[in-house]
């Protein structure tokens, strides 16, 4: 938790026993130059840059931690989908050369150890406020000003408010029926308990089949008595074949770091992997079955690369769609299963899901597999859940729903621009952004990787470093020019 001297510093105005403010509720506690919201990766990379042009700045983070999506996201299986290597800030040599990491696809708990090292190595922490939740910021025309305002009852005023907030952190949870009724526990895996949960013995349900199920169902199913996955929407997965870190390919790698960087700067998706540009129709129908069969046993995201026109050409899509589909096929032992799993649209279309033995999970015996597609969860009683009419009792059930993706986390925030309009109601049809950077009505209000970005689709740190260079660039700028707002 926060050391009480930095509470200190915020002036609380609220009242024991009462939240509501005192006299000085108009005043204002402190003036800066700029607000961040968030401290992941996009937010304490904002502050460095921040501190670099030398404007006095404050995070605050709702956690009590640095790491964002990797503070809060914990579940079982929890890793990333793009190689240790690359996943990562690129902005300082001194970070890739003294960092190491442990396998080919980090997992949660190494990545929150990055994160911490980070703000250990440039000393961030001491302008973060953990533990505080910004519930509004208002802008004041008159001013060119915006007003912060955080739970604790602190009020900042700053030329410039930068959300940092995550477009994958407000955790999606259902609202069905009797779920307040349920007698078990009831866990989301974007909020999952920070000392873990123990399965042993347990009847299970995981409601999603999404990115966050696919990596923690096998685990889950390891621990649990049974386990039953309800499932609308099949995703494709791939294999990570992921494996302890080859020490020579680190070393190789870190001896040419600043080219690897530039190489997936250079690329759509900030990240690197070889592309054959060939078209798939260019080979034959036994050059394609060995092109992909190559790639999938390397496994990972890079499976995407086997031909140029995959994402572009639909009927080259089927035919590495279909070779998809013929691998569950033979993973999964029982054919009506298999079937279910069988995504029937385009490949690559969603963030392909990267994972380990998640199709052969369903072979296991006490793994069920519901479909839900056409008769859907009716909702829950005291111990079941139940769908197409049918009582599936659970000791616990975990919501792999996701998140309220991209505008989520700002609407958990009143953000008030010009002639009092909200941000929510301004999108209410639906988020419009100049490049998912900022949105008209709301000067000084800067968005890292905001919605109408590609951000979820690229490989995440370099997009938000791409984000933060143009706005610190953009403030810069104004300066130079003695532009208030923009």
Known sequence: HVPFKRLGKEKLIVTPGSKKRNSRAAEIDATCDAVVIGAGFAGMYMLYRLRELGLSTRVYEAGNGVGGTWYWNRYPGARCDVESMQYSYSFSEELDQNWSWSEKYSPQSEILDYANHVADHFDLRKDIFFDTRVTAATFNASRGRWLVETERGARISVQFCIMAVGCLSAANFPSFKGMDNFEGPIYHTGEWPHDGVNFNGLHVG????????????????????????????????????????????????????????????????????????????????????????????????????????????????????????????????????????????????????????????????????????????????????????????????????????????????????????????????????????????????????????PSVLANMIPAIEQHVDWMVDCIAHMQNVGAKTI
């Open 206 to 453: 995981v409601i999603g089949t999404g990115s966050s199920a696919i990596q923690s169902i096998p685990i889950i199913a390891r621990q649990a008595a049974s386990l039953t996955v309800f499932q609308r929407t099949p995703n494709y997965s791939v294999p990570a074949r992921n494996k302890k870190m080859d020490l020579e390919y680190e070393q190789k790698i870190k001896e040419n770091y600043p080219a690897l960087r530039a190489k997936a700067r250079a690329r759509p998706a900030g990240f690197y992997f070889p592309v054959n540009t060939k078209p798939t129709f260019e080979a034959t129908p036994e050059e394609r079955k060995n092109q992909f069969e190559k790639l999938w046993e390397i496994g990972g995201l890079p499976f995407l690369g086997a031909y140029g026109d995959l994402l572009f050409e639909k009927e080259a899509n089927d035919t590495i769609a279909e070779f998809a589909r013929e691998k569950i096929r033979s993973c999964v032992n029982d054919q009506e299963t298999a079937q279910l799993l069988c995504p029937d649209n385009v490949f690559g279309c969603k963030r392909l899901c990267v994972d380990t033995e998640y199709y052969e999970t369903y072979n296991l015996p006490h793994v069920n597999l519901v479909d839900i597609s056409q008769k859907p969860i009716e909702g829950f009683t005291r111990k079941a859940v139940v769908a197409g009419g049918v009582e599936y009792p659970f000791d616990a059930v975990v919501c792999a729903t996701g998140f309220a993706a991209m505008t989520g986390s700002f609407d958990k925030i009143r953000i008030t621009g010009r002639n009092g309009l909200t941000l929510t109601e301004k999108w209410k049809a639906g988020p419009k952004t100049y490049l998912g950077l900022s949105s008209v009505g709301f000067p000084n209000l800067f968005l890292i990787t905001g919605p109408g970005s």
